[in-house]
């Protein structure tokens, strides 16, 4: 459903004929080695991570966003976009969000600030998928508010030394390392936060996996550092450059957000179809009732415009010009309406939607994440709105 | 970076088609609106600057443009502040003429099409009629073979241009019996015996623009006066109104954007309570949602209009184009009405015309309904 009748349009301005080949490689992969087995995990609230990964690396779906000598098929941004698109596919919330997160946080902060020996060591086994990466950014005390964070790195010896909490960190639990924001200038703010990569065992590292609502397939998880030690190869970037830093790779977290978003609303919105067309009341499928008829319309129009929102964001990111407010227009908007049409979906199904054993329930907890994660539809809309001086 | 529907060389021509009206349209705006009527030189002068055959072929007087042309016309005649006259334009450029260039015979277009392109002809559109609008399927014109053409009787409505266009492209039946296929067009002089404007009609908003109720009373028309094939008229007529929907969206949403950009302003000079009123923090996310939406309204726009002009038949999409333009219009507008408080209801700030205006927009080219009508049966239900 993803290459919709639209895929002659946006081909435009973004996708080429070896990306259609791309996607058709990369569906065939998530329809064979992801959604034969999602129920049985999302039962277990658990995925054999390590194996996932790996088969996901030697399929290339860490790799579009960097050059062949970090086992990258890129540089490619739209190729990303696509194989975003299609792991939202897989009928998991929790298993795109893991294979996401790897694929967009940790390992990229790596790839865009990172030295070329801290590529070597991190990058490289994470493009491959024999490592898990993470970020850590959010704490226990402040999420949207970036700028506030407590946690603390000093300056000691040859390294330094990090205290403080993390929480909500998607691949946490599993993460052979983890990028952490902390303030290395404590009065500062904004201006004195900086990035560290830990890696996982590290004295005085503890991680806690946290029970959620959706995504329950994925590790999410509480970090704790207690005077955690790390060399000083371990900063990422300029020291006091963190949130720039941050900034900049936001942009791309909340692009794929949106795909993610659309795609996995134009499934549920299938999965609605299918049931409504099947279930029979007052003689008829429920789909043929006309205020049906007319609420998967609506629903559908507002997928192409999300599509379309979000593909303007797209394009204009992969030319490199500045796209803050179309990017962020685009995550809160697709995010707000997949959630929408998993509420819908769910409404058709009417009891069974309530019951576990219908995959509609898992759309409607999923998809509950998105205005949330990656920064709030709140924060989304502050944004756009000073981008108008207001 | 421009959407792929444009080039730079639109961009240009944009300039071009903003001076002109923001320098030979707009001045008159206000007192065309109170005088419900723009006068006909607004088409003789559009003509001959060659904004109304964009799309045309040179052959026939036009600029062999494409979508990207007639899209950037439509948003830019927005800027002339009263929408029927960009309305009435449009029907005359994009809804009553493209069928004649499409299905109509060497004749007909140099009859018809060519004058109407100068803007020395003007042209109406005559679909809906006093009991079927949105059932086309539904009316009783009817056109009967007779000797060497055709008797026309019936009543047609909400024809814009219709109080003085010199021709009318006319649904009717003409096989009662054969359903879908009994259906034809017709080219009709309005100054043909029995054609009369039986009324016109006053409205709510669009107020620049003419609209009349059309009667046909034994009007004979001869068979030169068929346009397309008998019988063929229902397809034919939707065909014309998926062009019809794009650039109704079109000229809408950019009427809107220009809605926005004069509340952002006053939310920002007004002030209340100590601060101007557009940071209070529910304001600026009312702008965040606003302009989110009509992004996403403007970029569907432009993805169909490209399917469209690379010759795609996207029914279903540009249905969607035009319910979604309609509702997130009006959502818009409505909004900043209400930013602009007292000043928003009172005349002289233009807001509330504008308010008026974007409700035609869920009414006329396909109401709301049907639009989600065409959707869900091109989704199979």
């Known amino acids: 459903m993803t290459a919709t009748r639209f895929a002659t349009i946006p081909r435009a301005g973004l996708f080429t004929e070896a990306h259609d080949e791309m996607r058709a490689g990369v569906r065939r992969f998530v329809d064979r080695a992801i959604r034969p087995h999602v129920e049985e995990w999302e039962t277990a609230g658990d995925f054999p991570a390590r194996e996932l990964f790996r088969q996901a690396g030697q399929m290339g779906l860490f790799g579009a966003k960097y050059e062949e000598v970090y086992g990258g098929t890129g540089p490619d941004l739209v190729a990303d976009a696509i194989i975003t698109e299609e792991l939202a596919r897989c009928g998991s919330g929790g298993v795109a969000a893991a294979l996401g997160a790897h694929k967009d946080l940790g390992p990229y902060y790596i790839y865009r600030f990172g030295t070329e020996q801290q590529r070597q060591r991190w990058l490289v086994a994470a493009v491959a998928g024999e490592s898990i990466g993470a970020l850590a950014v959010t704490e226990p005390g402040t999420g949207s508010d970036v700028g506030a964070i407590r946690t603390r790195a000093v300056h000691v010896g040859e390294g330094w030394r990090i205290s403080g909490s993390k929480a909500f960190i998607t691949n946490g639990p599993v993460a052979d390392f983890i990028v952490v924001a902390a303030k290395t200038d404590p009065e500062a703010g904004r201006t004195g936060i900086s990035l560290f990569v830990v890696e996982a065992g590290a004295p005085g590292l503890a991680v806690r996996r946290m029970e959620t609502v959706g995504w329950r397939t994925s590790h999410t998880g509480e970090l704790v550092l207690e005077d955690c030690y790390v060399p000083h190869e371990a900063l990422l970037g300029q020291e006091n450059k963190g949130f720039p830093q941050l900034m900049e790779c936001f942009q791309w977290e909340r692009i794929v957000m949106a795909l993610g978003a659309v795609a996995a609303a134009r499934q549920t919105l299938d999965l609605a179809v299918a049931y409504g067309r099947q279930r029979q009341a007052f003689g008829r499928p429920v789909a043929a009732f006309q205020t049906w008829r007319h609420r998967f319309a609506e629903l559908a129009t507002q997928i192409e415009a999300a599509q379309s929102l979000t593909y303007h964001a797209l394009r204009k990111t992969v030319a490199g010009e500045g796209a803050v407010r179309e990017v962020s227009m685009a995550k809160w908007y697709a995010t707000e309406l997949d959630w929408r049409v998993a509420d819908e979906a769910l409404q058709i199904h009417g009891g069974y939607g309530y019951m576990m054993e219908f995959p509609v329930q898992r759309a409607w907890r999923d998809s509950r994440l998105g205005p949330i994660g990656g920064g709030t539809t709140e924060i989304m809309k502050e944004i756009i709105g000073r981008s108008y001086d207001l | ?381």
């Open chain 2, 1 to 381: 970076m421009l959407h792929p529907l444009f080039t730079p060389e639109h961009e240009e021509f944009r300039v071009t088609v903003r001076a002109v009206v923001e320098s030979e349209v707009a001045p008159h705006a206000l007192d065309w609106e109170r005088e419900a009527h723009f006068p006909d030189w607004v088409f003789k002068r559009l003509g001959d600057l060659g904004l109304l055959g964009l799309r045309y072929p040179a052959e026939y007087g036009g600029q062999g443009g494409d979508w990207g042309h007639a899209i950037v016309l439509a948003e830019e005649m927005a800027r002339c502040g009263s929408a029927g006259v960009g309305m009435a334009v449009a029907v005359q450029s994009e809804m009553a003429t493209p069928p004649i260039l499409k299905f109509g015979t060497e004749e007909q277009k140099q009859r018809y099409l060519v004058p109407a392109i100068r803007g020395e002809k003007i042209a109406c559109l005559g679909i809906s009629e006093p009991d079927a609008g949105s059932d086309v399927a539904g009316i009783s014109t009817t056109a009967k073979r007779e000797g060497d053409g055709y008797r026309i009787n019936g009543r047609k409505t909400f024809i814009t241009n219709g109080a003085r266009a010199h021709f009318c492209l006319l649904v009717t039946r003409t096989d009662r019996n054969a359903g879908y296929e009994g259906f034809s067009l017709f080219l009709v002089d309005t100054d043909l015996p029995g054609f009369s404007v039986s009324r016109e009609l006053n409205k709510l908003g669009m107020r620049s623009s003419d609209t009349a109720e059309l009667a046909l009373d034994d009007v004979l028309v001869p068979s030169s006066a068929l346009l397309g094939e008998d019988g063929r008229g229902f397809v034919e007529i939707m065909w014309e109104l998926q062009g019809e929907r794009l650039i109704g969206a079109a000229g809408s949403v950019a009427g809107a954007w220009l809605v926005f950009d004069r509340t952002l302003r006053y939310a920002k000079e007004r002030t209340a309570f100590g601060s101007s009123i557009g940071t209070f923090q529910v304001n600026r996310h009312k702008f965040a949602t606003m302009a989110t939406e009509l992004e996403a309204a403007r970029q569907l726009l432009y993805d169909t209009a490209l399917a469209w002009e690379r010759g795609e038949y996207p029914v279903k999409e540009i249905s969607m184009v035009k319910l979604y333009a309609g509702e997130v219009v009006n959502r818009v507008v409505n909004e900043c009405l209400q930013l602009f408080g007292g000043y928003g209801y009172a005349t002289e700030t233009g807001i509330e015309r504008a308010w008026r205006d974007s409700r035609l927009l869920r009414i006329g080219g396909g109401t709301d309904e049907i639009m989600r009508e065409v959707i869900s049966k091109a989704m199979g239900l």
